[in-house]
């Protein structure tokens, strides 16, 4: 069975400095996809990016970056020039390619980013 | 544009109670639909999914049903509710084959079972 774990259960920084949320995974399987979602207090899970596993390229969106490590199974997540918007709970989620449609989630990491 | 919808917002119930919980999805078809709980600070686990009108995986053995009588609508049930039923509940969709399906959410359904 697959595993996530975010060790981090909080982490606070203040306004415009870069954060990294970490992630790890457990999966005998080559072909995934690993996700990050934002949950803001209104509880609503928002999309921040997406990687595929094939690709060796770390995915970008805008002031949201990735550092992909396959062979160390990990996931982490950079906010660059972090804003008071961003102040969520933060969860890293995996599914395989193929074979059951679920989402694996870790527990979150709750960040508040200070004014 | 494609847009998720859950109601109600937030429901309060006595312990042995029904439950009936809706989601409904527009501006996309054939949609794979899935219910997932939130515990309080807990990550989210999945409950029911469904690739199709009638067609159901439940992934815990728990009190909860899911039904999906219509293409963009999945119901989420139960005869009778437990305490421990209490939680947020959220729906989402995504839209099959192929290898960028991403999962979207709804705006959830809290559950205070009393």
């Known amino acids: 069975a697959q595993t996530v774990t975010q060790s981090q259960p909080e982490m606070s920084v203040q306004e415009a400095e870069t954060v990294t949320l970490s992630c790890t995974y457990d999966?005998?399987?080559?072909?995934?996809?690993l996700f990050w979602y934002k949950q803001p207090p209104s509880r609503q899970m928002i999309l921040v990016i997406r990687q595929e596993a094939y690709k060796q390229q770390n995915a970008t969106e805008n002031r949201f970056s990735v550092n992909f490590q396959k062979a160390a199974k990990s996931f982490s997540l950079k906010i660059s020039d972090s804003q008071l918007g961003d102040t969520a709970m933060y969860f890293c989620a995996f599914r395989l390619h193929q074979g059951a449609q679920k989402l694996v989630f870790g527990q979150g990491t709750r960040l508040t980013i200070n004014p | 544009s494609q847009t998720i919808h859950q109601w109600p917002a937030t429901l309060v119930q006595p312990v042995g109670s029904p439950l009936s919980l809706e989601c409904t999805v527009e501006g996309t078809s054939n949609p794979n639909l899935y219910w997932y709980r939130q515990a309080a600070g807990r990550g989210l686990q999945l409950l029911f999914y469904s690739v199709g009108i009638g067609q159901i995986s439940s992934e815990v053995p728990q009190n909860l049903s899911a039904s999906r009588p219509q293409d963009r609508q999945f119901i989420l049930s139960s005869k009778k509710l437990l305490l421990s039923d209490s939680g947020f509940y959220l729906c989402?969709?995504?839209?099959?084959?192929?290898?960028?399906?991403?999962?979207?959410f709804g705006p959830g359904t809290r559950l205070l079972v009393l």
């Open positions: 999966t005998s399987e080559n072909n995934y996809y």
């Open positions: 989402a969709w995504s839209v099959p084959p192929g290898i960028r399906e991403t999962q979207y």
